[in-house]
Nanobody, 123 residues
Framework: QVQLVESGGGLVQAGGSLRLSCAAS????????MGWFRQAPGKEREFVAA????????NYADSVKGRFTISRDNTKNTVYLQMNSLKPEDTAVYYC????????????????WGQGTQVTVSS
């Protein structure tokens, strides 16, 4: 089992920044690829970003490319999502997720999920 706990969400004005953190415990963190997803009210959960086990490769949704950065610190068992130039359409609950070895942009490929953290961007 892998337990994931997100933090860092909040209310921010458009154009502002937030950094989300996801702390992992349980199995060996460095064996897991990590992803960030988000879900807005009335919408399906959508892919945001993913990172390989050692952090050497990343992947982003087109909607956040150039504004968001995913990173990880395997010594701290933590994955981060730096969000810059935030827009009202980024408002959602953000979830981190873990799956063995290879990252994916498909939510159903992930085995473990955090409880989510709310991000609200005001215009």
């Amino acid at each position: 089992q892998v337990q994931l706990v997100e933090s860092g969400g909040g209310l921010v004005q458009a154009g502002g920044s937030l950094r989300l953190s996801c702390a992992a415990s349980g199995r060996t963190f460095s064996n897991y690829a990590m992803g960030w997803f988000r879900q807005a009210p009335g919408k399906e959960r959508e892919f945001v970003a993913a990172i390989t086990t050692r952090g050497s490769n990343t992947n982003y949704a087109d909607s956040v490319k150039g504004r968001f950065t995913i990173s990880r610190d395997n010594t701290k068992n933590t994955v981060y999502l730096q969000m810059n130039s935030l827009k009202p359409e980024d408002t959602a609950v953000y979830y981190c997720a873990a799956r063995p070895l290879l990252p994916s942009a498909v939510a159903t490929d992930y085995d473990y999920w955090g409880q989510g953290t709310q991000v609200t961007v005001s215009s």
